[in-house]
């Protein structure tokens, strides 16, 4: 059975958005057969994930949080896996959903074995409605944003490369784009920058042959 690992800290608004827009994934994953294991909170810490990566060996990793260039940061910003440590993601597929982590980390990772890298060479941005906190999945400036970085997950779980599923992500970005261009709602408008330089900032490293078997 393929294992997939979702990390979901959940502590701030960032992490509270990223934490129930995977919930489609997991249950995307769990209809199409994987065996899903989850980090969440303050379970999302350093000694917890290595420990699981060692042990389970997951072969498409989901990392949601925060992160630099070296690093991806999990509960209470634990530097989670960083350059030192991205050895541990050999033989996977891994999709990084923080600042900057594609920018070193994900080319160390692939030198380390990583099959594939996943992830964003600049910060990722959300732009949220105030008042949508408690209800993330119902904010309409929240979702096209988070449903074209979905994308990739969604095509590495269908089993197809790593390099269409960054492809999906770009596509349904551009659909995202148009609409709003075209939109008379000045609320939601407000994806609009950040669909644009998530998009421009969406990079892969390693092969993009790389798929589920």
Partial sequence: M?????????????T?????????LIQYAESRGFHVIKLDNEKANTK????SLKKVRPQLLSLNGHGTSE????????EVITVKSAHLLA???????????????GQVAVAQGCQAFIGYLKPFWLATQNEMFSRPLEDPIAAPILHSSNAVMIGLLKGETAGSSVRASHAMSAKKIT?????????????????????????LHGNENACLK
């Fill in 71 to 78: 690093s991806f940061q999990g509960h209470r910003d634990a």
């Fill in 2 to 14: 393929k294992k997939v690992l979702f990390v979901r800290p959940n502590y701030d608004k960032a």
């Fill in 16 to 24: 509270h958005y990223l934490f129930h827009w995977c919930n489609e």
């Fill in 48 to 51: 917890d994930v290595q420990s």
């Fill in 91 to 105: 033989d996977t597929i891994t999709f990084v959903r923080a600042c900057e982590c594609a920018a070193n980390l």
């Fill in 179 to 203: 609409e709003l261009l075209f939109s008379n709602d000045t609320l939601i408008a407000a994806a609009l920058p950040c669909l644009v330089y998530n998009d421009k900032s969406l990079t």
